[in-house]
């Protein structure tokens, strides 16, 4: 049985959603999926004991977290000797203002900072939660929103669900394959 760490840092909760996904998913292929938060103090251990590895990071304010970026430049020769599948969730990849060109740019700016190309890769619509936002951060995301001509009241989800599952099916295919 292949063993897949899921490894995610997330700053509103909507990465954490899509890497529990990413796991349950693999689990119904019969494949032994571990769930880990890269802020954790054990976000990094046993990292060789896994045959795959498939990272997820929010994207806040044009970065991801800085947490995972460094953990993944820090690992990244293990990373290279394991399938990996990195996913980013923004905005941009699908929000109420898309720029799919600008969800492409974060993914290649974390490949970039750290080193690390992966075997596969994708940008994940996010989602917008003002019920659980500071008033400060609503006023901030609205006044976004605003001058992008498409102002967003309410908590929205905008995550393409079956594009996270097409993601875990490619992913699930490629652990069946010995790592080149």
């Given at each position: ?8 840092a ?6 954490r ?8 998913l ?17 976000a990094?251990a046993?990292?060789?004991?896994f ?8 994207v ?16 990244g ?13 923004s ?25 690390w ?9 996010g ?32 995550t ?14 490629r ?6």
């Amino acid at each position: 049985m292949h063993r897949v760490l899921v490894l995610y840092a997330t700053e509103d909760g909507q990465t954490r959603k899509i890497a529990t996904r990413v796991a349950e998913l693999l689990a119904k292929k019969r494949i032994d999926a571990h769930l880990r938060d890269a802020g954790s103090s054990r976000a990094a251990a046993h990292l060789a004991s896994f045959d795959g590895i498939v990272i997820g990071a929010s994207v806040h304010y044009g970065h991801h977290r800085r947490e995972l970026r460094n953990l993944v430049a820090e690992h990244g020769a293990l990373l290279h000797t394991r399938h990996t599948a990195f996913f980013s969730v923004s905005l941009s990849a699908g929000g109420p203002t898309p720029d799919r060109d600008g969800a492409k740019r974060y993914l290649e700016e974390f490949i970039e900072d750290t080193g690390w190309l992966p075997d596969q890769s994708a940008a994940f619509a996010g989602a917008i939660r003002h019920s659980r936002y500071s008033l400060v951060r609503t006023i901030m995301l609205r006044l976004s929103l605003l001058t992008k001509g498409m102002p967003e009241a309410g908590d929205h989800e905008y995550t393409d669900w079956h594009a996270v599952t097409a993601f875990v099916e490619t992913f699930a295919r490629r652990l069946e394959s010995p790592k080149r």
